[in-house]
């Protein structure tokens, strides 16, 4: 409940205890939690995951460092299931690397990574996936782009990005449309332009990882569905207004994950309208494991706070 955005005084009156007491007991709930990544090992199903991880991250204000630090974490795609994710000191190769050996150390067959343009992380993916396929999001290419033309602010060139947009990223979808969608942009409007020509050349220079998508079955060509995931993290977030100590952080967040992987889905529609009125664990636990008994044995019921009565120990560490 807690995790879901109720106020710990709030809290607090349903069962006559003040704010603070409801937030000991929080806190001690939180620590008790498994790890996410336990949790996947423990009752997920491999075979059941799509493959098709949507990776992103979120930056969190923790005391004792002097910028926000980065919560990093994939879902998988078809599942909607959050199979890792960990806080980081920076957003770089090494943080990458580390969250790439996590989900191989969880025999999490990664076929295609969707995510933005990150330093460190396609060097990454080599190292501990040499066979995985990495997809940039479409949607952040496209909007720095048009950033760097000002085609919100300027006309110039909007008409250029326009038609790239529609016969490049909208059209193109093999390897023929990919090919005539470069020569039809560069040839009508960039031919003496070489600002813009060096735009056609960076998208063929980087051709495979901006259309790597289409080798593979129901991969996105965007990260839409993790945004979602970090709308609702962005406003968790910001009533809590910064953290601690950087465990404190790390311990939210994953009883945050939990969370969102044991609470059923209500609005997806389209081709994830079959997800709804259920968690998005159940379609990747184990046959052999009972839902939602399996969670009660591990004791991630306590996620909910359904009897915040109940006398957890005050663990602090």
Known sequence: MHVDGIPFRKLGDQIQLSGKQIFLKVKAA???????????????????????????????????????IPFVFGIDYLTHDIVHGDLFVAEDEMAFSQFFQKLYDLGYDLKIVVADDRAGLKQALNKVFPYAKLQLCHNHYLENIRTELRVRTEERYRHFFNSLKFHLFTEGTDEKTIDAGLEHVLRNHAAHSPKLQDIIWE???????????????????????????????????????????????????????????????????????????????????????????????????????????????????
């Open 30 to 68: 939180i620590n008790l939690l498994i790890w996410n990544w336990q949790l996947t090992k423990l009752v997920c199903e491999m075979k059941c995951f799509s493959s098709i991880l949507i990776l992103d991250g979120k930056y969190v204000a923790v005391k004792g460092f002097n910028a926000k």
């Open 203 to 317: 998208i063929k220079r980087r051709r495979e990882i901006l259309f790597n998508y289409l080798k593979v079955k129901d991969c996105p060509n965007n990260t839409n569905l993790i945004e979602l995931y970090n709308s609702h993290l962005a406003g968790r977030l910001k009533t809590i207004k910064g953290f601690q100590s950087f465990e404190s952080a790390r311990r939210w967040l994953n009883a945050w994950m939990i969370r969102r992987r044991t609470k059923t889905f209500t609005d997806c529609d389209k081709k994830f309208k079959h997800l709804n009125k259920h968690a998005s664990l159940e379609f990747t636990i184990k046959k052999q494991a009972q839902w939602p008994d399996s969670l009660t044995q591990l004791g991630i019921n306590r996620v909910e706070y359904f009897n915040l009565n109940e006398k957890f120990p005050e663990k602090t560490d």
